[in-house]
């Protein structure tokens, strides 16, 4: 097991473009997460899923965004019609429900809207 | 709601030097964990220490040691002798008793000088 991985890692787009990443978490977690990141801030929390259900969006989370996990697995975030504003690090984690000892992190998707 | 504070934005020391990054939270869980990351320049978030908030018994790892105070809703983090590798960004995040959502200071830069 390599942990969780994050597709692309850098990812430069024009406003108004759609991108979508990808997050592959570690295989037998079952809950996995969205955090953005912006520029000399903490992680914030976007989504979480368990299984294929998503359960919760946070505001943060306009309709512009869109999340999904087919089957349980992977899980990939959409961004709609981006904005220079969107610009940040895209975070991915995972973990066992109900497991307290926090989540595993990926390496990030870093999206630069120009 | 929860929220975490770091009021260091930025440190800087020598090398071999002691240094103590400082975290406050808020909170309204009887049951909740907190929690130290490192985010080195690569960006990954890379686990340090979960304490649980029946467990205020200070704890040292090598060269690191925390200290957890409910009395002043405390948790800071202590770097002995310090070293060039530890330059990163750290930051303190909480866990409530609902343990999905992680809840983030904005991180403290440390930068370690030769």
């Known amino acids: 097991d390599t942990g969780v991985s994050q597709n692309p890692r850098h990812k430069i787009t024009k406003r108004g473009q759609n991108v979508t990443f990808r997050c592959d978490p570690i295989?037998?977690?079952?809950?996995l997460y969205w955090y953005r990141q912006t520029l000399g801030q903490g992680p914030e929390f976007l989504t979480y899923?368990?299984?294929?259900?998503?359960?919760?969006k946070s505001r943060l989370l306009s309709d512009r965004f869109s999340a999904e996990r087919p089957k349980g697995s992977f899980s990939t975030l959409e961004i709609q019609r981006t904005e220079q504003g969107d610009s940040a690090m895209y975070l991915c984690a995972s973990s066992l429900a109900g497991n307290s000892y926090g989540y595993t992190f990926g390496s990030g998707t870093r999206l630069t809207v120009v | 709601a929860q929220k975490v504070t770091q009021a260091q934005t930025e440190i800087s020391v020598v090398e071999k030097e002691d240094v103590t990054l400082d975290c406050v939270y808020e909170t309204r869980d009887t049951t909740y964990y907190l929690f130290w990351y490192k985010q080195p320049p690569s960006g990954e978030l890379v686990f340090l220490i979960r304490r649980n908030s029946f467990d205020e018994q200070n704890e040292i790892s090598g060269r690191y040691s925390w200290n957890f105070q409910k009395s002043t809703s405390s948790f800071n983090f202590t770097i002995t002798a310090s070293q060039v590798v530890d330059s990163a960004v750290y930051f303190c995040a909480h866990l409530g008793g609902s343990n999905y959502k992680l809840t983030f200071g904005k991180g403290t830069l440390l930068t370690v000088n030769p």
């Open positions: 899923f368990q299984n294929e259900a998503q359960l919760e």
């Open positions: 295989s037998e977690h079952n809950r």
